[in-house]
């Protein structure tokens, strides 16, 4: 799938290009920008390569997947992704240096619309209970907590807690994304959330 382009007040989202591996790099290797997500950080810029081979070049699945970049010079300083089908689980990343400047959630934005247009009933996030910034960011979407879950991540091999946040698309406000809940022995909804 083609990823088209989008454009927000401050933002260009397009794919990523082979042209990208250094801004990549920088995204990748970081470790605190990564340690939420469901990777090692890259150590060198051949790893960086092999990433962009494997996940993100045209061709690698059926998802959207966009370089965050801004206006001024298109460089990217951080992604937004989300698979065209199943749960469309959101996710991001961004340097670190361009954090809590409303940047993912512009990004964010963008993302959800062009999932809306293209048909998408619904989309869903999680996030590390450690990580609540990211579930700050989830509710400025609009999503809304569903459940939490434990899960034991892989490749990192620990056990974590995340929990669910959905935004429906098609406005059945009543349908949750299951998989989670239902692949995981220990779920619950937390109250006040």
Known sequence: METPVLETERLILRAF???DLEALYAIYSDEEVNRFLPWFPVKTLEDARTF???RLAA??????????????DSYPIGYVNAPAAGSHDLGYGLRKEFWHQGIVTEAGKAVIE???RDGAAYVTAT???NNPRSGEVMKRL???YQYSYEELWQPKNFLVTFRLYQLNLDGDEGRVY???????AVHWIEANL
């Open 52 to 54: 962009y081979e494997t």
């Open 127 to 129: 996030h590390d209970v």
């Open 17 to 19: 290009t082979e042209a």
């Open 178 to 184: 299951k998989k989670y809940w239902d692949t995981s």
């Open 114 to 116: 062009q999932l809306r």
């Open 142 to 144: 609009g999503m809304r």
């Open 59 to 72: 061709g690698c699945g059926s998802a959207y997947h966009y370089a965050i970049c801004r206006k001024a």
